[in-house]
C-alpha cells in the first residue's frame, strides 16, 4: 500500500488509574466522585492503539494518524500536553462527558459524525482503530457500533498484532481463551482494530513532537462541536467498584508448587 | 472541634495541574506544560526507579547515573535552555521555565535536577556575558541530540569555587590564574590558565569548563572568566570525586586544569589597550549575571520537596493502624490512624503552608526574571547607543533616573482612575525605568527565595520526616523524604550560602526604590485584607509596617555603647532584618496566587468544579503562613529594636519602674495597663524597699510608644489564625489521595 493509510484512533480519557474512585450519584445521573478535578489520562487501551498506529504509521509513507476522542475539552487539552508528545497526529475532538456511564451507542454515534466530518478522509485507507474496552467501560462494544455505523464488517478485538504483507493484506492477531492468539489475514482496509496491549512500549515524550502537534490541536479544541451524550433508556441496576480482596499469610521456605496449588484452590473457592 | 468549625466547603483532591497551572501563571504557555510533563515522566519514571534500586548509596559516578542524560536529553531537559534558532524548543526568557524544570525534578530527587541544569549553569556565563559568537558557538554544540541521532552533545560545567583558602562565590580573590603564554605579532595572544576547582558540577562528563581566574600577568587587566575546553593543549584533570552525602545523582568532583587556550576563550571579550588586554567582565560581573538567575531555580527545588511530602505523609498517616486485628474497617482509628491526632495534622498543614508560600515566592522572581531579561538587553543597547560603558557611568544614568523611577512607582500605587494616564504610561514605556524599577524588586525576590525556600524549607522537610515517625528517617520512606531533608541542606549551600544570600538582601532590601515598592505592597495587602481577610492580608499588612519601621529605626538607631546598628558588619541587625523580610514576602506572593486562582479558576471547567473548597483550603494555609510570618516578623524586629539597648539597673536616676503618670500615658497604647500593672505587687515599688523585688525597671526609648503600638496591633491581627489552622487541618482528613505514589520508592 504505497499511498499509505488514513488511521483514525479513537480514544478517550479516563481518570488516572491510581486515584482513587469512588461512584455517586450526580444531578445528572451516576459518575465518579470528584471526576472534573482528578488528573486524567488517555485510555490505556487506545492508547496502545495510538501508538500502534504512529508506528505503522512511520514504516508506510503517506500515511496519516488522527486521533479522534470525545471528552470534556479542557480535560483533553491537559492530556494533550503528554499524548501529543508521544506520536504525530492529528486531533479531531468532541466536547461532551468522558464518562464511563453513558451509552455506548451515543458515544459511538458522536464519533460516527467526528470521523464523518474529515476533510479528505479516503475509506479505501481507513484503518478504524481504539481500545478492545476502555478503563471507564469495559462493555467493549463502542468501537464495534461504530464499525458497523461506517459499514466496515472486517472487525477484529482483543489485537496485539498488526503485520502489513507484501500483497498489502493484512495479517492480524487477536487474542482468544488460553493466552492464545487467533491469527487472521484480511484483504485491507477498510477494517476495525481493538486492540489489546499491541507489543510496543509507550513512546517516551518528545516536546519537539508535541510542540508541532500543537499546532493544530489547540485550532481543533477551539473549534471542538459539542455533543450531547446521555444514557438515555439505560438504567444502572447497581454501581460499585471491583472489590479488593487481600488475604496475606507469612510463611517461609514454601515450595513453588505448593504455592500454585494454594493460590487455585484460593480462585475456586 | 465545635462542629460549626468544619465547613462543608473544603479541599476535595490534591491540587492538580490546572490549578497549579493558574496560580503560577503559566496556563497559556503549552510550551512550558509540555515540558513540564516530559520532565515529570523522567523524573517519576527512571529518575525515582534510580533512586529506589539504590544509585544514591554512592557518590561515584556510575554507568546507571550517566544513563540518564539520555532521558534528560529526550525529554527536552537539557536543551531547554537553547533558543529557537539554535534548535530550542522555547522562545523567549526561560527562568520559569527553569522553575519549573528544577521543581518536577525535585520533586523526586534534586540531585536529579541539579545534573540536568548543570549545563545551563555553565552555560549561563556565556549566555549572559559572552560574545555573540560565543554564543553561537557553544549552543550550536550543546544541541541535544534528536532521538534516534548518533551524536554527543557538549555538556559543561562551572567552575568558579576552589580549594581553600580561596573557594568561591563570595570571595574577590581567586587562586585560578591567567598568563599571557604567547603573543604572536599582530596575532591573537595564546593564554596559559592555571585553575584549580573545588566541588565542581558535571565534571565527570563535562567537554568544556567556565572557569573563574584572575590575572597573574601585568599584561591582563583584573579578573575574568575563560571557556577552558578538554582537547586543550595541556592538563584537563577531572580530579577526585567530592565524597558528598547529597545530590549522589549528580556528579561533582575537584579538577585541575593548566591549559592554553586562545585568548578568544574570555567569556565576553576583550580590548587591547596599551599592550594590555582588558576583559569586557570581570568575574564578578558574569557571576552577579548567572547566579541572579541561577539561584531561583534552586529556590524551586526545595519548594518541590515540601509539596512532595504531603502525598505520602498522608497516606502514611491515614494508614498507620490499618492491618490490627483490633482496628476495624470503618472505625476513625481504621479510616484516620494518625490523622485523629491534631498535633500531626497541625504540623503538616505548616508543612504545606511553607510549600505553597515558597512555590509563590521562587516562581513570582520567575516570572519577574522572564520580565526582567529582555528589559535588560534593551537596557544595554540604549546605553551603548549612549556611549555609556562600564559600572560607574551605568551608576550616573540611573541615579539621574531616580526621580522619575519613583514617581512611577507612585504612580503604580494610585487607582488608574485617579492618576495621570498619560505620564503613567510614557514612565512605564521607558525601558530603563521599568527596568530600574523592576530590577530593584528582582535583587530582592532573587536572595530571597534561594534563603528562605532552602533554609526554612530545610527545617520544614526535618518537620515532614519526623511526622513518618522512623519510616521517615530510612531508604524506604515513600517519597525520599530523608534524602530530600539532606539534599535541601546543599541547596542552601551552593551558589552561595545562607549568608550570602543575607549579605545581597541586607543591602539591596534598603534601596528606596525597593522599599517605595514595599510600600505599596502594604497598602495592597490592606485593600485585599478588606475584600479577603481571611487570607491574613491583614496581619501581614501590619507585619509589613513594622518590618518597614524597624528597618528605619535601626539605620538611625544606636546601640547602648553608641555604635551604628545598621551597616553590614553588623549582620546581627542586618542579617536578621533580612530573614525577617524573606518571611513577607513569601506569605505575600503566596496571597497573591490564591486570589490569582479565584479570579480565573472558574473559566476552566476543571478548576471550577472544587474551586470553592479548594480557595477555601488555599486561603486557610495563607492565613496560617502569615500568622507564623508576622509572629518572626514580631519577634524579630523585637529583639532587635529593644535587644540593644542596655537593659536599666537601678543605679540611675532614670531607672524606675513605669510611674502612674507614665503609666497612664501608655494606656493610650495598651488600655488597661496602668489598671493592671498597679495591681502587681511585683512591679511598683513599695513603700521603703529601695526598689521593687524581682522584676526590673521598665524600658524606654525613642519610638517606644508607636513600635508598642504596633506590636499590640500585631498581636491582634492574628485573631482567627488557630481557626484557619483547625479548618485547614479538618480538611487534611478529608481531602482525597491517590491509591499510592505515582513514583516508586
Ligand atoms: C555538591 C556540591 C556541588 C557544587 N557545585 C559547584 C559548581 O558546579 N561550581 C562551583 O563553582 N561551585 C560549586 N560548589 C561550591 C559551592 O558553591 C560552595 O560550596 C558554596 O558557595 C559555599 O561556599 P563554601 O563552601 O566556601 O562555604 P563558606 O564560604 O566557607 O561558608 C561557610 C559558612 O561561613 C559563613 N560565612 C561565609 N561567608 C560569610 C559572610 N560573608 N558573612 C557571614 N558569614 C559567612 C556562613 O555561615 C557560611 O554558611 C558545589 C558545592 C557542593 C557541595
Not at chain 2, 123 to 139: C, K, S, V
Request: aromatic fraction near 8%.
Amino acid at each position: 500500500m504505497s499511498e499509505g493509510y488514513h488511521i483514525v484512533v479513537c480514544a478517550g480519557i479516563v481518570p488516572d488509574p491510581l486515584q482513587t474512585l469512588q461512584p455517586v450519584q450526580t444531578p445528572t445521573g451516576w459518575g465518579l466522585k470528584n471526576e472534573m478535578m482528578l488528573p486524567a489520562v488517555l485510555d490505556p487501551w487506545a492508547a496502545h492503539a495510538l501508538y500502534e498506529a504512529a508506528h505503522l504509521a512511520k514504516k508506510t509513507p503517506g500515511s496519516k494518524v488522527y486521533l479522534v476522542s470525545l471528552a470534556p475539552k479542557a480535560k483533553l487539552q491537559q492530556v494533550m500536553m503528554t499524548v501529543a508528545q508521544k506520536a504525530a497526529f492529528e486531533l479531531v475532538p468532541v466536547d461532551g462527558p468522558a464518562s464511563g456511564f453513558t451509552e455506548a451507542f451515543e458515544v459511538a454515534s458522536a464519533l460516527y459524525e467526528a470521523i464523518m466530518g474529515i476533510a479528505g478522509l479516503d475509506r479505501n485507507k481507513l484503518l478504524l482503530f481504539g481500545g478492545w474496552e476502555s478503563a471507564s467501560r469495559g462493555a467493549g462494544s463502542t468501537l464495534q457500533i461504530l464499525g458497523e455505523m461506517l459499514q466496515i464488517h472486517d472487525q477484529f478485538q482483543g489485537v496485539d498484532e498488526c503485520t502489513v504483507n507484501p500483497d498489502g493484506s493484512l495479517q492480524i492477531l487477536e487474542r482468544v481463551e488460553g493466552g492464545n492468539h487467533q491469527v487472521s489475514v484480511c484483504k485491507g482496509p477498510p477494517v476495525v482494530l481493538g486492540w489489546a496491549t499491541g507489543n510496543l512500549p509507550e513512546p517516551p515524550n518528545n516536546p519537539q513532537i508535541g510542540m508541532s502537534n500543537m499546532r493544530t490541536i489547540m485550532p481543533a479544541l477551539q473549534k471542538a462541536k459539542t455533543a450531547k451524550i446521555g444514557a438515555d433508556g439505560v438504567f444502572f441496576g447497581s454501581v460499585e467498584l471491583p472489590k479488593q480482596l487481600r488475604q496475606t499469610r507469612v510463611v517461609k521456605d514454601a515450595q513453588v508448587d505448593e504455592i500454585a496449588r494454594e493460590i487455585l484452590e484460593w480462585i475456586r473457592k | 472541634m465545635p462542629e460549626k468549625m468544619i465547613d462543608d466547603v473544603t479541599l476535595q483532591t490534591l491540587p492538580g495541574d490546572a490549578i497549579r497551572q493558574i496560580m503560577w501563571r503559566f496556563s497559556d504557555r503549552f510550551d512550558i506544560q509540555m515540558l513540564v510533563q516530559s520532565t515529570r515522566a523522567v523524573a517519576r519514571g527512571p529518575v525515582a526507579r534510580l533512586v529506589a534500586e539504590g544509585a544514591r548509596s554512592t557518590h561515584d559516578w556510575t554507568d546507571q547515573k550517566a544513563a540518564l542524560f539520555k532521558h534528560f536529553d529526550e525529554a527536552g531537559i537539557t536543551g531547554a535552555f537553547l533558543d529557537p534558532e539554535c534548535g530550542g524548543m522555547i522562545e523567549g526568557p526561560k527562568n520559569l521555565l527553569f522553575a519549573l524544570i528544577a521543581f518536577e525534578l525535585a520533586w523526586v530527587d534534586a540531585g536529579a535536577a541539579t545534573a540536568s541544569l548543570a549545563g545551563n549553569l555553565a552555560f549561563a556565563p556565556i549566555h549572559e556575558r559572552g560574545t555573540p559568537e560565543q554564543r553561537l558557538h557553544y549552543m550550536q554544540r550543546m544541541v541535544p541530540p534528536a532521538p534516534g541521532e548518533n551524536r554527543k552533545p557538549l555538556r559543561g560545567a562551572f567552575g568558579l569555587t576552589e580549594p581553600i583558602p580561596y573557594v568561591g562565590v563570595d570571595t574577590g580573590a581567586l587562586g585560578g590564574k591567567v598568563r599571557i603564554a604567547e603573543w604572536p605579532d599582530g596575532g591573537e595572544p595564546i593564554l596559559h590558565v592555571e585553575k584549580r576547582g573545588r566541588f565542581i558540577t558535571n565534571m565527570d562528563l563535562a567537554n568544556f569548563v567556565t572557569a573563574a581566574v584572575d590575572s597573574d600577568d601585568p599584561r591582563i587587566k583584573g579578573s575574568c572568566m575563560v571557556i577552558l575546553e578538554e582537547t586543550d593543549p595541556g592538563i584537563f584533570d577531572r580530579g577526585a570525586p567530592t565524597r558528598k552525602l547529597v545530590h549522589q545523582l549528580s556528579s561533582t568532583r575537584d579538577p585541575i586544569f593548566s591549559l592554553k587556550v586562545p585568548a578568544s576563550r574570555i567569556i565576553g571579550g576583550y580590548k587591547i589597550k596599551d599592550g594590555v588586554i582588558i576583559p569586557n567582565y570581570s568575574h564578578g560581573d558574569i557571576i552577579e549575571a548567572v547566579f541572579r538567575r541561577t539561584r531561583i531555580t534552586v529556590g524551586a527545588m526545595t519548594a518541590a520537596k515540601l509539596l512532595s511530602a504531603v502525598e505520602p505523609v498522608i497516606r502514611y498517616q491515614r494508614g498507620r493502624f490499618r492491618g490490627t486485628p483490633t482496628v476495624q474497617p470503618g472505625s476513625s482509628r481504621y479510616e484516620l490512624g494518625l490523622q485523629l491526632k491534631e498535633d500531626t495534622l497541625h504540623r503538616l498543614v505548616d508543612i504545606w503552608a511553607s510549600g505553597e508560600a515558597a512555590a509563590s515566592l521562587v516562581f513570582a522572581a520567575a516570572r519577574l526574571f522572564d520580565e526582567i531579561d529582555p528589559l535588560e538587553r534593551e537596557k544595554d543597547r540604549i546605553l551603548e547607543q549612549q556611549g555609556v560603558s562600564g559600572a560607574w557611568a551605568q551608576m550616573k544614568v540611573f541615579r539621574n533616573l531616580r526621580p522619575k523611577a519613583m514617581e512611577y512607582v507612585e504612580l503604580c500605587a494610585q487607582k488608574p482612575e485617579h492618576r495621570d494616564t498619560s505620564r503613567f504610561k510614557e514612565l512605564e514605556q521607558d525601558p530603563l525605568v521599568r527596568y530600574m524599577v523592576l530590577d530593584a524588586v528582582g535583587n530582592v525576590l532573587c536572595p530571597a527565595s534561594k534563603l528562605w525556600n532552602t533554609g526554612h524549607g530545610a527545617n520544614m522537610m526535618r518537620e515532614a520526616l519526623s511526622l513518618m515517625g522512623g519510616y521517615g528517617i530510612t531508604e524506604d520512606c515513600p517519597g525520599f523524604l530523608a534524602f530530600k531533608w539532606m539534599d535541601a541542606q546543599l541547596e542552601a549551600t551552593y551558589e552561595g550560602p545562607e549568608a550570602v544570600q543575607r549579605r545581597q538582601l541586607s543591602i539591596t532590601m534598603t534601596m528606596d526604590i525597593f522599599l517605595a515598592q514595599f510600600r505599596n505592597w502594604i497598602k495592597e495587602m490592606r485593600q485585599i485584607a478588606s475584600r479577603r481577610p481571611g487570607t491574613g492580608a491583614c496581619t501581614l499588612a501590619t507585619a509589613m509596617e513594622m518590618w518597614l519601621w524597624t528597618l528605619e529605626h535601626l539605620q538611625n538607631a544606636t546601640d547602648a555603647n553608641g555604635n551604628k546598628l545598621y551597616h553590614s558588619p553588623r549582620q546581627g541587625v542586618t542579617f536578621a532584618l533580612a530573614d525577617a523580610l524573606c518571611w513577607l514576602l513569601a506569605s505575600r506572593y503566596q496571597i497573591r496566587d490564591v486570589l490569582e486562582l479565584e479570579e480565573k479558576g472558574r473559566n476552566n471547567p476543571m478548576v471550577a468544579e472544587g474551586l470553592d473548597g479548594t480557595l477555601a483550603f488555599l486561603t486557610d494555609l495563607c492565613h496560617v503562613q502569615s500568622a507564623r510570618a508576622s509572629g518572626e516578623v514580631g519577634r524579630i524586629c523585637a529583639e532587635l529594636v529593644h535587644g540593644y539597648n542596655r537593659h536599666p539597673s537601678w543605679d540611675g536616676e532614670s531607672c524606675h519602674p513605669y510611674t502612674p503618670t507614665e503609666l497612664d500615658a501608655l494606656e493610650s497604647v495598651a488600655p488597661g495597663i496602668a489598671g493592671g500593672v498597679a495591681g502587681h505587687a511585683d512591679i511598683m515599688s513599695t513603700e521603703g524597699d529601695p526598689h521593687p523585688c524581682k522584676a526590673g525597671p521598665c524600658v524606654r526609648f525613642e519610638g517606644l510608644e508607636t513600635f508598642t503600638r504596633m506590636r499590640l496591633k500585631l498581636d491582634g491581627c492574628l485573631t482567627g489564625a488557630r481557626l484557619a489552622k483547625d479548618r485547614a487541618a479538618q480538611a487534611l482528613t478529608k481531602v482525597m489521595i491517590p491509591e499510592a505514589l505515582d513514583y516508586p520508592q
